[in-house]
Every structure is written in C-alpha cells, then in structure tokens.
C-alpha cells in the first residue's frame, strides 16, 4: 500500500516536471525535427541558418566504438553567448541525437550517451547570437546501435 | 512501468565548477527493433530532461530516441554549497522521473 505522503510526493513530482515543462523551455521540443529522416530534413526543420565549421566547438568521441548502442559524446563549445546546441549522428535512422539549451551559470559543455547506427561523423551545431557554427568528428562503429540483433 | 530510480551526482571540480552527473535509467527504444518473436518493439524514449538549480530550471535538454538506453548525461553548473540540484525527466509515454541532491 501507498501511503498518503508517498502518493502526494509523487504527484508534487510529476507536477513539478510539467511546471518546468512551460516555464523555462521557452521553445517546446520540436517533433518533426526528432521525427526527420535526414540531416538536411532535420536541419530544415528546426529552421537554423547555414553553418560556419568552426574550430571553437570540441567534440570529444572515440575513434573507434565497439558497441553503437552506446558512444560517449563529450562537446565543449568555445564561442561566446552559446545558447543552444545540437547533436546529431549523420547516418542514423533519425538523425537528430540532442536538442540542448543552456541557461546563463552553465557553462557550454555536456556529456551524452548515444547510439550510432553506422561509422559516420558526428555533427554538432552551437547556436549564439543569431550565428551558427559547427564542427564534426568520426566515429567508426563495429557494431550499428540502433537495430538489436 | 518506468523504473524511475536513477542516480544523480553534483560534485565541485577543482576549477570551482560543479560537475552534475545523471544516470536514468530508460530503454530508450526507438521503434526499430523487434522481439525475438518478431513483434515490433514500439518507442519509449526520453524527449526532455531539465536540470535545475533550488527549483529554476537552468539547462534542458530535448531528444528523440537516438539517446543510449541508460544514458549517461552531464553538465557543468555554477552552483553554492548547500544548493539543491535537480534533474527531471519525461519520456514519450508521458512517464517521469526525477531526481535531487545537494551541492557539496
């Protein structure tokens, strides 16, 4: 049986979770970029501008992944007033890995585990002042992360 | 059922940054996959998880299925001693979880 408090504490919860949802992200979670089969569609959808390569986005990926079903991601983004960042996986089903947004006293940096379909590059876009700056590095996959068996 | 249980980590760095570390445990499927049966596995991934810092929400993240199952996350915060870190999570079943620590 539940008690009342652990009931209570769990509907505090899952309305915190929605108050959060509203209050800051600002801009909801855009569901066709998620949904797009390739990068050009993903991009299109999410409606940034073209890209600069820039050498002031560090991603950080082995070379070589045994297991595709879960690379690690480092990224550390050097431009100054990054507001957002975004990750994806050239060759995968669903491109779109991460959509991250950074609040002001965090600093541009994140880590994430992800799954790579094949051996392709990793692509990660920062957006700040209204500019768009990427950067890419290759991952190679033994074994594709996104069918089982 | 979500198992909502996941582990959650704010540790100060030496540079004076504080290192959140969130383990949430997810399969994160992304519609692919089938059963050993044949029958299609449907999604059930993550699409947002928030980090927040004594309530106020300072970083999200938003993804498809394209997160590993389990995944490890981290962000580098500025925080206090004594504050309250929280990440939270929702997933495309509308199911959450969340998890809190204190800055030390």
Known sequence: MLSRRQLLGAAVAALLVRATRSAWADEGRNVNAFNARSVESALGALEVGTPAESNLIEIDAPDVAENGANVPVEVTVKVPGVERVLVLGERNVFPLLADLRFGPGVVPWFEVKVKLAETSHVRVLALANGQVYAASRQVRVIVGGCLPG | ?104
């Not at chain 2, 959140?20 to 997810?26: G, T």
């Not at chain 2, 519609?31 to 998880?49: D, K, M």
């Open chain 2, 1 to 104: 059922m979500a198992n909502n249980s996941f582990r959650l980590q704010a540790k100060r760095q030496a540079d004076g940054v504080v290192l959140v570390k969130a383990l949430i445990r997810h399969p994160n499927d992304n519609g692919l996959g089938r059963t050993a049966e044949g029958q299609p596995i449907p999604p059930h991934h993550l699409t947002q998880v928030v980090v927040s810092v004594n309530d106020q929400p300072v970083a999200t993240l938003h993804s498809g299925s394209g997160l590993a199952a389990n995944p490890l996350l981290g962000w580098k915060i500025n925080a206090r001693d004594g504050d309250r870190i929280a990440v939270s999570w929702l997933d495309n079943l509308d199911e959450t979880g969340r998890a809190e620590t204190i800055v030390a």
